[in-house]
């Protein structure tokens, strides 16, 4: 592209984490031309270090904010159905804790989590019986009685690439390592410019701009479009630590801790158990967001509460830590701050959307809340489409999102593996799961194993790394190891060098 000849769009939308894809999507699906920039990878801050979850928000009822938690119900299953290889059904034990909430008042709230949206694939919740149960196995044997109810899980950066990659394929042009320097509106346009890695600038005439910069999005209307910023925000640092594998049964936990914070053990990644989160103000660097020990420590002594075999620090292989920008409110802690968002909008010409706030389980809601506000002023009045539509690889039986992609998943991978035989099952589980019906994109044209080129890793293959780097906007190791995948958790470091090696060889 030449430098000096401006990229024109309807639509520049500056963060590449789960709103700005969102976003992105959306607006590309109703015929908007976008451009969507990041200054890092996809996903490489907030959007990827959540827990995780596609959830309701149990605790948040007892901040009585049922809208959000019934908005997000709602999500759950419309998310769980439009991306069932990134994301499925997880039952959650929470075991009772004499000495803190009682029985009933717990028991009452999963009733009203059950009832106050529709359910089609999730089961309702109940009371169990902890000597009996499986969960109960590596729980203290105070822990008797407990309650167990549905919630989902999702690959969160994997998420935020599905939603580029669809809005990519509906016309969008998708920027990673590409930051917006400035942004001024000028009549009815923005005239912003992007600077690339290597330091080129890319002119973009848009006639709107949507700010999803997520917790830098007071800093970018400071400092590159000069506006003053509508609201204002808390950094909250989440932290989540790895461990080797606590529990070999399908459930996860939700604890209570004595100090009114609720934290999770989830299976993860088959062979570990993740551990968080940690919800503490924050006011450090938003490039360099890192653990510390209280931390490690906080979580270690949090399921020493409840485990029979306590965690050390030591015990730790893996951990990640973001920063969630949420809406400033009256709060004192932390954990009690509103997950709900806000869109600001600004002027009815050259229109200034900016994001504030959010969760991953209500992205798809906020996308559409906030195309349907700033489409309108570019005179687009195409309606919503994304509840009825499947993210790239979500379509196993069909382009319509159907409930027995979810729950008929495992057959499917079944025949995946049966399909391609030459390849270890293994192998083709984990292809199913990162990329649903891609797999047949990704192995196209290939019917051995020396079709896939160079073996980088156990299960690793060059033409994994071709796929994610043609498709998938991976340009290092760090975006194939831990955000396109997780395996580097999985790949011994020694096996490692040649797939950190192998990104820079092929440019």
């Keep these: 592209m030449n430098s000096s000849t401006p990229l024109h769009c309807d639509l520049l939308i500056v963060g590449g984490g789960i709103n700005g894809a969102g976003i992105a999507r959306d607006a590309a699906g109703r015929g908007l031309s976008v451009v969507l920039c990041d200054k890092d990878d996809l996903a490489a801050h907030t959007s990827s270090a959540s827990t995780k979850l596609i959830h309701g928000g149990l605790r948040y009822l007892e901040h009585y904010e049922f809208g959000l938690v019934r908005k997000a119900l709602i999500e759950r299953e419309v998310l769980l159905r439009s991306a069932p290889h990134i994301m499925w059904p997880m039952r959650f034990v929470m075991p009772h804790d004499k000495g803190q909430r009682p029985a009933w008042m717990i028991r009452a709230g999963m009733l009203v989590y059950d009832y106050l949206a529709k359910r089609e694939i999730l089961p309702g919740s109940g009371s169990i019986d902890l000597r009996l149960h499986a969960a109960g196995e590596p729980l203290k044997p105070e822990f008797t009685k407990g309650f167990i109810y549905s919630d989902g899980w999702v690959d969160d950066a994997r998420l935020v690439v599905l939603n580029a990659m669809d809005a990519a394929e509906k016309g969008a042009k998708v920027f990673t390592h590409t930051i917006c320097t400035s942004a001024l509106r000028e009549g009815d346009h923005w005239h912003a410019t992007l600077r690339t890695a290597n330091g080129s600038d890319i002119p973009v005439h848009a006639r709107g701009l949507v700010n999803a910069a997520g917790p830098w999005a007071a800093q970018f209307l400071q400092q590159a479009a000069h506006r003053p910023s509508a609201k204002s925000l808390r950094l909250i640092k989440g932290s989540h630590i790895v461990v080797k594998k606590l529990f070999d049964h399908p459930y996860a936990y939700i604890f209570q801790n004595p100090d009114g914070r609720i934290v999770f053990a989830i299976d993860y990644e088959q062979d570990f158990t993740l551990v968080g989160t940690t919800d503490i103000e924050y006011a450090g660097d938003t490039d360099n967001v890192a653990i510390d020990q209280d931390e490690i420590d906080y979580l270690c002594n949090l399921t020493a509460r409840y485990f029979r075999k306590p965690l050390t620090p030591s015990d730790v292989v893996w951990a990640y ?106 192998v083709i589980s984990r292809y199913a799961r990162a990329y649903g019906t891609r797999i ?39 975006d194939i190891l831990w955000r396109r995948s997780k395996l580097g958790l999985h790949v011994p470091p020694e096996m490692c060098c040649s797939a950190l090696r192998w990104p820079a060889r092929q440019r």
């Design 321 to 426: 830590s973001g920063v969630r920008p949420l809406l400033e409110d009256a709060s004192s802690n932390a954990s009690e701050i509103t997950r709900d968002y806000n869109l600001a909008m600004d002027g009815d010409t050259a229109p200034l959307l900016s994001v504030f706030g959010g969760k991953i389980t209500t992205f798809r809601k906020l996308a559409e809340e906030a195309v349907e506000m700033i489409a309108p002023r570019l005179g687009n009045h195409q309606g919503a489409w994304t509840a009825d539509a499947c993210l790239p690889g979500g379509d196993l039986f069909g382009s319509t999102p159907q409930n027995r992609s979810v729950l008929e998943f495992d057959a499917y991978v079944h025949g995946l593996q049966k399909q391609y035989a030459w390849l270890a099952p293994k």
């Design 440 to 478: 047949h994109q990704l192995l196209d044209g290939r019917g051995s194993l020396e079709d896939m080129g160079e073996p980088l890793a156990a299960g690793l293959y060059a033409a994994e790394l071709e796929y994610l780097m043609n498709f998938e906007w991976a340009s290092s190791s760090a």
